[in-house]
């Protein structure tokens, strides 16, 4: 009698997939939402001008007054045993009250920089993140040659090694 053994195990129950499910559709919702609000500038964009009849428009800021003073262009021979030239030509960002002042500075500018530029290694000059470091140093040198406060930049033009 084998077939009279009891039947005590049952078929275990399948769980339901449809919490995964709905889990799944909401946080596939949730996610797109969110997108669009940021990408739309709903949430984290730029405060939106509204105008009308009670508001004023706004209108652009104004431009800082400065004026740039043109430095004259520089062929410097670099020490080192090859003969190799820097072409460097810049131009000095000032207030615009300071213009003059500083163009009647400028023999001693182009000075200091002839000087820095020419005591500066050609390992230095090669590396390509040298140009910020030389750019701060020359412009700190400007800065104490005309002052403090009448020049606000170097922005430089030309920066060839050859």
């Known amino acids: 009698?084998?077939?009279?053994?009891?039947?005590?195990?049952?078929?275990?129950?399948k769980k339901s997939k449809l919490p995964l499910i709905i889990g799944l559709v909401l946080m596939l919702a949730l996610g797109g939402g969110g997108f669009y609000a940021v990408y739309s500038g709903l949430i984290l964009g730029p405060a939106a001008h509204?105008?009308?009849a009670h508001s004023e428009e706004v209108a652009p800021e104004a431009l800082p007054e400065i004026a740039f003073v043109p430095l004259d262009p520089m062929v410097i021979s670099l020490s080192g045993s090859s003969a190799?030239?820097?072409?460097?030509?810049a131009q000095l960002e000032v207030p615009l009250a300071y213009q003059k002042d500083v163009e009647h500075l400028k023999p001693r500018v182009m000075d200091v920089l002839n000087g820095y530029l020419r005591a500066v290694e050609?390992?230095?000059?090669?590396?390509?993140?040298?140009?910020?470091?030389?750019?701060?140093?020359?412009?700190?040198?400007?800065?104490?040659?005309?002052?403090?406060?009448?020049?606000?930049?170097?922005?430089i033009i030309e920066f060839v090694l050859n």
Do not use: N, W, Y
């Open 50 to 52: 509204k105008t009308d």
């Open 84 to 89: 190799r030239h820097l072409r460097f030509s």
């Open 1 to 13: 009698m084998a077939d009279s053994a009891p039947e005590t195990e049952a078929a275990p129950k």
């Open 122 to 155: 050609v390992s230095d000059l090669e590396d390509p993140a040298a140009l910020i470091r030389l750019r701060a140093q020359m412009l700190r040198r400007v800065q104490i040659v005309v002052g403090e406060g009448r020049v606000r930049d170097l922005l």
